[in-house]
């Protein structure tokens, strides 16, 4: 699939079709590690490609697919988190009493729900270059050159960004259990 | 390693266990990318509003030209018919005395003659002093201070303690 899209991208033929067929569970991977565990993946993952179908014919091929893929979903994915705090800040914590009032999980699955909104808590109140480096590197397992090359940035730079990051998630964790 | 550390690394192991994409979510956003309506052009959009711009501008009634303003008539001067009455005298009242001098019964007092004194006898001379007499009146000649002169002789005269007692 990959081979035919840098076909169609050399030949200027680029299709939504293939280009979702491609990436679209890259995109959805992202926008749940991003998100977060009240992320709508579905909703996101749409409003990311009506993005790209409609700048499509825009794409002229400076940054790679993949990268520029990687930005529309990092920026839906931040407007989404903005819309969602201001709705909480609003009407306080309604948004996500639908996920309190389900029924009660195992004590595994419940201890693990907890570690992730424990972690997602901590990384929501850091900075958004910490939070996405941090969740690249430690949640999605890629490595500094490859955020680097995602976020369009120096690996010197991305490696610096990580070690304040995870400083920083360790201090607020030291908070946290107190 | 520390234990925040090992805590650290055991949240995010836990938070690295995605489930896995739901094949079936992508292919409901892929339905509806297909069934999305496509982004309306603005220009029919605009033309329809300029076409109902119009449309309200013809049927807006048009604006009739102001009337010209009344002339204005000469007024008569204003005269004030209390200014036509003739103004009382006026008169001050009369000023009342600032103070007023009070007056205080004195008590009657009636003279009461006054007793004449007893004849008070010429005091005798103390014998034994009578040699200092002449010393005194000369003294009483030459000094200026009278009262202890006057003391002086009194003594000679009368009193053996007038000096004490005066």
Known sequence: MVRTLEVAFATERLDLADVYRAHAPSVARWAARLGGPHAEIEDLVHEVFVIVERRLPDFRGEAGLTTWLYRITENVVRHQRRKNRLFSWLLGDRATEHERSEAPLPDEALERKRSIEQVYRILDRMSEKYRTVLILHELEGLSGPEIAELVNKKPATVWVQLHRARALFLAELKKEIG | ?166
């Not at chain 2, 209390?82 to 000023?95: D, E, F, Q, T, V």
């Not at chain 2, 003279?111 to 002093?129: D, F, G, K, S, T």
Request: net charge positive; with cysteine.
């Open chain 2, 1 to 166: 390693m520390s234990d925040l550390e090992q805590r650290a690394n055991q949240l995010f192991a836990a938070a690295r266990e995605l489930p896995p994409i739901d094949r079936r979510m992508l292919d409901r956003v892929a339905v509806r990318l297909d069934a999305k309506p496509r982004r309306l052009s603005l220009l029919p959009l605009a033309a329809a509003l300029a076409l109902a711009v119009m449309v309200s501008y013809a049927r807006a009634p048009r604006e009739e030209s102001l009337a010209e303003a009344p002339a204005l008539l000469p007024r008569p001067k204003f005269e004030s018919k209390r200014l036509l009455r003739p103004a009382p005298k006026l008169a001050a009242p009369r000023a009342r005395p600032r103070f007023r001098s009070v007056v205080v019964a004195q008590p009657m007092v009636v003279e009461q003659p006054i007793p004449e004194r007893a004849m008070v006898p010429a005091p005798e001379l103390v014998p034994e002093r009578k040699q200092y007499l002449p010393r005194a009146i000369a003294d009483f000649q030459s000094e200026d201070d009278d009262a202890e002169l006057r003391s002086y002789i009194q003594w000679i005269l009368v009193e053996p303690d007038a000096m004490v007692c005066r």
